[in-house]
């Protein structure tokens, strides 16, 4: 049997309790973390958002009936403690709450499928079966905080330069910029498909004078990779700005980026000590590159890349030797490039596309974009793709479609530099990927 | 021919000049939003994000050749403007910008197929179809400059109060909650289903010891509804909190209401007047009607609404004629409430879901969950639901789930009751219902 929270209400957690409460009376509210029964003396450690804090039972200060009752605790099991404070230079956090009345509000079941005390951790599939228990480890939570402190500090950066966020629909009509990664919908009579991106509709919200529009949202890719760094499904952080060109977008990245890193470093210092993560500020601006570049520094260390080609997994790699921070890919072929992406005006097998790398990954890319209707439709069109399939797009550029550049950032990619993480599994409370759809 | 940006930046906008900038050199960037040429002087009115500021080109002034380069101007044609400030009593905003070059950066063709000038609107479809042309009226940009303060102020609010943002998939493995109300997926060599609700995701992060998560992220609903109220795809602000119940899950919503409300009111006062809407601030707390009252107002108004029966639209309509403001509707029978809402331990037929409603709108919906086991096997095998298809969900609440509620909150219907928009689409950018999935 258990209880339930009646007019119980948690009055401080763990990590707000200190010396100087010494004799006050305190409601916590958590999960048993571990139990040590001496007979005479029962510690409990009582785990909650931000820490732990330790409950002293001792026989000859409480009642028998409550002794046998905490006595009866089990790991795991939801718990409401009230008690007093008492210094404890020992305990954790230098406080001990010897208890008063207790509450069991939820039993665990034993054993668990995972234990949120162990300090080897167990493989990536059994933590995602059981993500729950998973997050319980400080060390885990730690980098979901760090995540969304990053996504808080880069709305607040886009709202004080004007952006305003949009909402734009992730069930689209028609099979854009390709369609072989496309998951397809059943829509009623009709198939549709899951936007793999926002790209036309942010470009579409530069023809209305709203100027500078950012979207957080999630993505949808159906990529049958199986690495570390795809999943099928992530948030895309996406910007897009009217009247301005690649250098303005790329300033605003890079910005941002250094921005977010700033307000992870001062606002989540507890979350880094978890991690063990060491976060440096990057210097601003961060270096450019041009494709050529890259491609003379890849044949240098070995690995083959010829001009016109994308990054393969080996030239990231040897990129990520010789370049250590952030830094911009600028200049790329236009034929890797989508349709929508501005080639130079006198050299047009050139683009104004831009990738920001962060070692060996890439993390954002960006563009100057085309915003004249009839370039547009050759671009598609030597694309192989059908220019009548974007017809409500195409109209957008006949009638006022100033010059425009943007960028989406990926904020699971982001989130591994910050974090320091190798699998971008780490980064996303429940990822989906070609084998898993669960929990 | 149109020209390029080159290296030209915006200097204002619109609505940052005045006449203290008597003799400034600006560059304005925007729309032709009205031409009147009268041979000697031509006044082209150049439309921005926030504003309209009047260019005037008088002949004696300027060259000929700049004349006749003014001259050319197209309605809704995208212009650069450098040129002198100049006080004028008579323009808007009590200056006018004599030229002194201009650029076209792009042409609109004539005839457009919406008239942003116009001040007759046109039906919807029409104007969702041109959607971007349809944003050029302040009043209609207006709808979403509010949307975007009222998303940003709940986050803050919900920041503020230690609540954390997660990120929750869309793309799930299993019909929950029922399946009728379900948009299949072709995922590689399965099927899935896109998230109609986070619900079950946000209650297995209250087993994690995170506490408090709240998300703010599109959901989709299969439902075969035409209405004013309802569309197939909608940004859902869904918050979830553990060791509390329905009181306190109120509180917190009531409180965010009255908060974002206010927010608007300070923040957006121009937008406010475009939409020519009064904004009161409601009072705190918000009324509380028991289902069983709702019953008895309705029932007096002359509409049939038997115990037992959710409100039909004529109850809403008979309700909303009684009730002016926000209020809650609590103590749901339970036979039409979700399997995961909490029955009174008393009276299990009376559950602890509550409504809220604005007049005879329903905004939000939650409750205090179940989070024994036990009874939420039960309660899922009750509603005709397989606990067999709930396995990875019902096993987060075998390991120390605590009491938790919490509540989802239509963004699109909060800003149709902030607006005072009557159809639910004119909160949308790009709509999604049964009939459009374009553009």
Not at 43 to 54: H, K, S, Y
Not at 129 to 153: N, Q, V
Not at 310 to 334: C, H, Q
């Amino acid at each position: 049997m258990t209880d339930s929270l009646g007019d119980w209400k948690r009055t401080h957690y763990s990590q707000e309790l200190d010396e100087d409460m010494d004799g006050e009376t305190v409601t916590l509210m958590g999960w048993v973390h571990e139990i040590r029964d001496l007979g005479g003396i029962i510690f409990v450690l009582l785990r909650d958002r931000n820490g732990i804090t330790q409950i002293t039972a001792p026989s000859k200060k409480i009642t028998p009936e409550l002794m046998e009752e905490i006595r009866k605790f089990k790991k795991e099991s939801v718990i409401a403690v009230k008690g007093t404070i008492q210094g404890s230079p020992k305990a954790p956090g230098g406080v001990e709450v010897i208890p008063e009345e207790v509450k069991v509000l939820n039993e665990s079941k034993q054993p668990l499928p995972l234990d949120p005390t162990e300090k080897v951790r167990a493989e990536i599939d059994t933590r995602l079966d059981s993500r729950y228990l998973d997050l319980r480890k400080h060390s885990i939570s730690a980098i979901f905080k760090i995540k969304s402190t990053m996504l808080h500090s880069v709305r607040i950066f886009l709202e004080e330069k004007g952006f305003m966020e949009v909402n734009t629909p992730k069930l689209v009509g028609s099979a854009t910029e390709g369609g072989t990664e496309l998951f397809p919908i059943t829509y009623f009579e009709r198939e549709a498909f899951l936007g793999q991106s926002p790209q036309l509709y942010k470009q579409m919200m530069m023809a209305t004078g709203l100027d500078k529009v950012f979207e957080i949202a999630p993505i949808f890719r159906a990529e049958e990779h199986d690495t570390l760094r795809h999943l099928n499904e992530v948030i895309s952080i996406d910007a897009e700005l009217a009247f301005a060109d690649q250098e303005e977008a790329m300033e605003l990245l890079e910005k941002l980026v250094h921005h977010a890193i700033k307000e992870v470093k001062e606002n989540c210092q507890a979350e880094l000590e978890d991690l063990g993560v060491e976060l440096e500020v990057p210097e601003l601006p961060f270096p450019r590159l041009e494709y050529d570049e890259v491609i003379d520094i890849v044949n240098s260390k070995g690995v083959q890349l010829q001009h016109g080609e994308d990054l393969s997994r080996a030239a990231e790699k040897a990129l990520g030797e010789v370049m250590d921070g952030y830094y911009f890919i600028t200049n790329w072929p236009s034929e890797i490039k989508p349709f929508y992406v501005q080639p130079h005006e006198d050299e047009p097998e050139k683009s104004y596309a831009f990738d920001l790398m962060y070692r060996d990954l890439e993390i954002s890319s960006g563009a100057t974009r085309v915003h004249q209707h009839d370039l547009l439709v050759k671009q598609i069109k030597s694309k192989g793709l059908n220019p009548d399939s974007f017809q409500r797009y195409l109209a957008a550029f006949e009638y006022g479609m100033p010059p425009h550049a943007g960028w989406g950032l990926g904020a699971e990619r982001f989130t591994m530099c910050i974090t320091g993480m190798k699998n971008i599994r780490e980064t996303v409370l429940f990822p989906r990927d070609r084998r898993r759809l669960t929990p």
